[in-house]
């Protein structure tokens, strides 16, 4: 990984509180599964036309992440499902700032993405009252119905668009752990999302990856670790994909 690191020092930086006006929290998203080997050259097409998320001067951040569901898995069984409208519901922890959210992201029957968060105390191993009024306002599902099933880690680079309201979420380095404590590292695998307010396929991004005849795939980190770590799970929906990331990996 020296050679993203190389590469992503030569981008124009943006900083977290210039970032605000691109936040996206109402998008459309695109996804994309590839080989991490791939990056640096999609990295180099990119850096004149977007700039990179920097905070204390590091760029590769460190994201740890916690998903909640119920103890039949109703999120998780909603995906595999073909469910249209499903939730999820997850803690967020950006290391290298400190800032911690309770997080629920909705995917509607558009295809649209909404997200809604509320700030969380560092370390907090328990939900304040504020974070269940919040979450029985913005999902149907109560705390005392949820717990904690499975922990995600990654390095993200973010790239800002320079002009357009869109941003470009790279990750590598992922890891799950169940409440098994069961753990699987997919090190040699990236995923990509594209994050726009309306769908265009001219975003400077999507051509690279289209003249890299890289393609649209989803993903969901969730999902994707819990069919990995849970093999009593039905996982017909993610079979291809967990085809892919193992010949990826």
Not at 119 to 127: A, L
Not at 193 to 199: G, I, M, N
Not at 234 to 242: A, H
């Amino acid at each position: 990984m020296d050679r993203i690191t190389t590469i992503v020092n030569e981008f124009t930086p943006i900083s977290l509180p210039e970032m605000d006006s691109v936040k996206l929290m109402n998008r459309i998203d695109t996804k994309y599964v590839l080989s991490a080997n791939r990056l640096p050259g999609l990295l180099v097409e990119a850096k004149d036309k977007y700039r990179i998320l920097e905070i204390d001067k590091q760029r590769e951040l460190l994201y740890r992440t916690t998903y909640f569901d119920t103890d039949d898995y109703k999120m998780y069984n909603a995906h595999q499902n073909g469910k249209l409208n499903r939730f999820k519901i997850r803690t967020r922890e950006y290391v290298v700032s400190q800032i911690h959210f309770l997080e629920v992201k909705f995917k509607n029957n558009k295809g649209r993405t909404l997200k809604d968060r509320v700030k969380r105390v560092e370390g907090s191993m328990s939900f304040k009252e504020k974070e269940s009024l919040f979450l029985e306002d913005a999902a149907p599902f109560s705390i005392n119905d949820l717990s904690p099933k499975l922990w995600n880690k990654f390095t993200r680079l973010t790239l800002v668009h320079k002009t357009a309201q869109e941003r470009i979420t790279i990750d590598f380095n992922l890891s799950f752990k169940n409440d098994k404590d069961k753990e699987i590292e997919l090190p040699k695998l990236s995923v990509i999302e594209v994050k726009q307010d309306k769908y265009t396929a001219n975003s400077d991004f999507l051509q690279i990856l289209k003249k890299n005849h890289i393609y649209e795939m989803r993903f969901s980190k969730y999902c994707v670790g819990s069919a990995l770590l849970n093999p009593d799970l039905k996982y017909n929906r993610f079979k291809q994909k967990l085809m892919t990331i193992d010949k990826l990996n």
